[in-house]
């Protein structure tokens, strides 16, 4: 500026403006605050209508409590809100919407309508619009029904710059329908609709049972999403966590289907990415994201939403509690989906009567996981057969097995005996040496190689079903009550091997060695800060970590197994980790690294042949093994082929 002006008082729509720049972004923007308004009244019904995508047109319809006439010009005045009233409100707000900026700031740089009606007579309706410099409010009679309708024209037609960055009709339509299905996983019980150009897109029904949640999250991401995801409901310290988890083997490319909810809010948390990152570590492919639908339940006053102007972070009181929570649950969850277990597979079809019965909505105790077919235990296998509809019945899995048992009539002489524990050596832990961890390598190889098989039952076949060849010293083809699987046996027996290993080392303290020469850090106050109250957090892992300074470390003791480490990224790293989120597990994941390499050179090795025994040994310790659908880096570890499969593949029935 080239000269100097006094400080006045900006004018209204200057004012709004400025606010709408933090608001409205585009017209997902606008969506998402009025859809919200709608839910906080109290809607059973939304309906979002756009026009070009939204910029040319949106209007938000709903059948909640409605504004009286007399609040109406209010409506649109900056900083004005039912919601709250006091800051005690405010610490413990329970609505999505509570900062009185959004319609002041949306009228401010769009030809703004709302029309509402707070009484049953469909005539007594009243609509209000902002005009003019001073964003005066006018008043007009207008019927309508119970609820709310405001409309939303010409998005930035007095802000030629902010309009320009607007993107194509279908980007910004994508946006809008990404927002339209964030709201309508947060709420099962509200009716939605979604048309773009007088096409209907989105027609869902209300209901909060099981049936109408999964029907849902189906509609809006697609079957294979349920096809492939764990229902999890755990409830622990005054936290409850419930929803749909997807299986490692079903992962993306892109982060673009993961949903988090806290108390029925959207919010992507930093934190919260950290503890589902650690839950799929040593499960997911390199460059691939999971797949989830998550809500969390905590008591509002124990997390600050008011964090961010569009209120998609979140702030908790204790945030070690929560990320440990979420981390042990979804790492629980994802390690008692056994391979062969209905909903843990690749099959492209759900199980018979899925998602038929409610859940009740009971969270379970921590620790109890309930899968989405857990009544698969209960009831002889309810799976498609030979023909739409089909159920396998006893007979036909006794008459399967006895064909198996005449092919190999010597399959069950042998029968699992349990491994002991490695012994530990004198002086020092499993896993402390390099001797510790090859004894504990040799005996989980043989181990897994030793012939089991369960006792026999006339009317169920295994999971993974029975061995009944070996394909060019690869993988294993095994018929099983569905069809047919195929296993990769290098990488099934790799995840044995290493869920074995690491339950040895990590079973107590992993093995310390001194460092002959201590390692000097150089470290900020925090950094120091943080060193000393976590010092039990790092010597659970056998680092011993002394304060020489205000700002020198002192790294004395390292893990044995990571003697040769890079000592000082290591340490910074954690120190990083503990002071963001409360929990490191970088020394974990540098032994885990390690025991994973042990574990990949230790399997069964490409073009080796197995003997029937043994290939069904492999089985069934897949069945046992947690997080065996996926080798060590990631990979699938089996498939399936069901009969619908086969048939399809040579056309029969056709």
């Not at 585009?26 to 026009?51: F, Q, W």
């Not at 009233?85 to 959004?102: H, I, M, P």
């Not at 994802?334 to 099959?347: D, F, H, I, M, Y």
């Not at 042990?598 to 003997?611: D, I």
Request: aromatic share 6%; glycine share 8%.
């Amino acid at each position: 500026m080239s000269e100097q002006r006094r400080i006045r008082v900006l004018d209204p729509r200057l004012a709004n403006q400025i606010a709408a720049g933090e608001v409205v972004e585009r017209p997902a923007s606008v969506v998402k605050e009025l859809v919200e308004n709608a839910i906080d009244a109290g809607s059973t019904r939304i309906e979002v209508e756009l026009e070009a995508g939204g910029a040319r047109l949106i209007r938000v319809r709903d059948d909640g409590s409605g504004i009286a006439e007399e609040d109406l010009p209010l409506a649109l005045s900056r900083h004005a809100t039912s919601k709250i009233l006091s800051l005690e409100e405010l610490e413990g707000v329970a609505s999505l919407g509570f900062r009185g900026e959004a319609l002041a700031s949306i009228s401010s740089v769009s030809r703004l309508e709302l029309t509402s009606n707070a009484a049953d007579d469909p005539t007594a309706g009243w609509r209000v619009v902002a005009e003019g410099r001073n964003m005066e409010p006018r008043v007009s009679p207008a019927p309508h029904p119970r609820g709310t309708s405001v409309t939303v024209r010409d998005l930035f037609f007095n802000t030629p710059a902010r309009r320009k960055f607007l993107r194509t009709e279908k980007t910004e339509f994508s946006h809008v329908e990404e927002a339209f299905r964030r709201q309508a996983l947060s709420r099962y019980d509200i009716g939605w609709i979604l048309r773009h150009n007088q096409k209907t897109l989105h027609q869902l029904r209300p209901g909060d049972d099981q049936a109408s949640r999964e029907r849902r999250i189906a509609s809006l991401l697609g079957k294979a999403f349920l096809e492939n995801a764990l229902h999890l409901d755990l409830a622990a310290s005054g936290l409850r966590l419930w929803g749909w988890v997807g299986l490692p083997t079903h992962s993306r490319a892109q982060a673009d289907q993961q949903y988090f909810f806290v108390n029925g809010r959207v919010v992507r948390d930093r934190l919260v990415a950290h503890a589902v990152r650690q839950a799929y570590r040593d499960v997911l492919f390199a460059g691939r994201h999971p797949v989830f639908v998550l809500y969390l339940e905590v008591d509002p006053t124990v997390v600050d939403v008011n964090v961010h102007p569009t209120k998609h972070e979140v702030r908790f009181r204790d945030g070690r509690l929560v990320h440990d929570f979420l981390f042990s649950s979804l790492h629980r969850a994802l390690g008692e989906a056994r391979a062969g277990q209905p909903g843990t597979g690749q099959s492209d079809e759900l199980p018979a009567g899925d998602g038929a019965e409610a859940d009740g909505g009971e969270p379970q105790e921590a620790g109890q996981v309930r899968e989405r077919d857990a009544r698969w235990e209960q009831q002889p296998m309810a799976l498609p057969g030979r023909e739409e509809g089909e159920r396998v019945t006893p007979d036909r899995v006794r008459a399967f097995m006895e064909g198996y048992r005449s092919l190999h009539p010597s399959h069950e002489e042998t029968l699992l005996t349990p491994q002991p524990a490695a012994p530990r050596a004198e002086g020092s832990g499993v896993g402390g040496s390099a001797a510790g961890v090859a004894l504990a390598e040799r005996q989980a190889v043989q181990a897994a190689r030793r012939p089991s098989l369960p006792e026999a039952d006339d009317t169920r076949a295994p999971p993974l079903g029975y061995a009944i060849a070996q394909l060019h010293g690869v993988y294993i083809l095994a018929q099983s009550e569905r069809g047919l699987i195929l296993v990769d046996m290098h990488a099934a027996h790799e995840r044995i091997v290493y869920e074995r290993m690491k339950t040895q080392v990590h079973g107590g303290r992993l093995d310390a060695q001194p460092l002959l020469v201590p390692v000097s850090l150089a470290a900020s106050a925090a950094e120091v800060a943080t060193a000393e109250a976590e010092r039990d957090a790092f010597a659970r892992f056998g680092v011993e970590l002394d304060v020489a300074g205000p700002e020198t470390l002192l790294v004395r003791q390292l893990p044995a197994l990571l003697a040769d480490a890079d000592v000082e990224p290591l340490v910074r790293d954690m120190l990083a980790d503990l002071e963001r989120y409360g929990r490191s597990d970088r020394l974990e994941a540098h032994v885990n690294e390690l025991l994973s390499t042990m574990a990949c050179h230790g399997s069964v090795r490409a073009n080796r042949q197995l003997t029937t025994a043994e290939m069904n040994a492999l089985l069934r310790d897949m069945e046992r093994t947690e997080r065996s659908g996926q080798c060590n880096h990631g990979r699938p570890t089996w498939t399936e082929m069901s009969m619908k499969d086969l048939d399809r593949l040579f056309m029969r029935g056709q």
